[in-house]
């Protein structure tokens, strides 16, 4: 069975730039979630998709993070414009449908923000 | 404010011996308890669970012990080996603010000598 797949790996650009990441959940995984994980810390849920669906983005700042979910399927997550602070890695995980299922993870994207 | 706290950064245990990892939380409303690992350049990889009408579950080599009443979780991992050296992450969820979300803890980076 794939895993969840994730690109790019790595971004490196500058503040005020945007950047969009790509997740492919494992097949027929109803749920979708996006963490952000800075370094020395624990992953923190940004938003969560039960297939077409947001269930939870109360942690997204959705000033210039947003994200979709087309056909329930692949997601990507986008940054306008980001900030210093954004520099992080970007998790994406999938579960057949809820969190108290296991969350299968993807490898992550490294962003540097400079 | 950190509703779930993982207060060794590291441990260091040699190979055959016990490790044990602690979490503490604060939210009594969670009922559902995770352990991650993560090895550097990939995703976590959920290890094992437990719900909160129990105070322990075992899974070979890993037991997960809850405390309620201290609002308290331990992994032990007997007996360690080399290929245990990871990072661990402890994640819970539940009641009404935080639903089905997981929060995770800041990890603790466990290294098994030989």
């Known amino acids: 069975e794939a895993g969840v797949a994730q690109s790019p790996r790595y971004k490196i650009i500058e503040k005020r730039q945007s950047v969009a990441f790509w997740c492919n959940p494992i097949?027929?995984?109803?749920?979708l979630y996006w963490y952000q994980q800075i370094l020395g810390q624990g992953p923190k849920l940004l938003i969560q998709?039960?297939?077409?669906?947001?269930?939870?983005d109360s942690q997204l700042p959705k000033d210039r993070f947003s994200a979709e979910r087309l056909k329930g399927v692949d997601s990507t997550l986008k940054i306008q414009p980001a900030k210093l602070e954004d520099s992080a890695v970007y998790l994406c995980a999938s579960s057949p449908r809820d969190p108290q299922e296991t969350q299968y993870f993807g490898p992550g994207t490294r962003l540097l923000v400079l | 404010d950190q509703q779930v706290k993982q207060n060794s950064p590291s441990l260091s245990v040699q190979e055959g011996r016990i490790s044990i990892l602690n979490c503490d939380y604060t939210n009594s409303m969670f009922d559902y308890f995770l352990w991650y690992k993560k090895y550097p350049a990939e995703g976590p990889t959920f290890l094992i669970s437990i719900s909160s009408i129990k105070d322990k579950n075992e899974d070979g080599r890993f037991t997960v012990f809850l405390n309620k009443s201290a609002k308290h979780l331990s992994l032990h991992i007997v007996p360690s080996q080399p290929g245990d050296s990871a990072v661990y992450f402890c994640?819970?969820?539940?009641?009404?603010?935080?639903?089905?979300?997981?929060?995770f803890g800041e990890g603790t980076q466990l290294t098994v000598n030989p």
């Open positions: 998709f039960q297939n077409n669906g947001v269930v939870d």
């Open positions: 994640a819970a969820s539940g009641g009404e603010t935080s639903g089905s979300r997981l929060t």
């Open positions: 097949s027929g995984h109803a749920t």
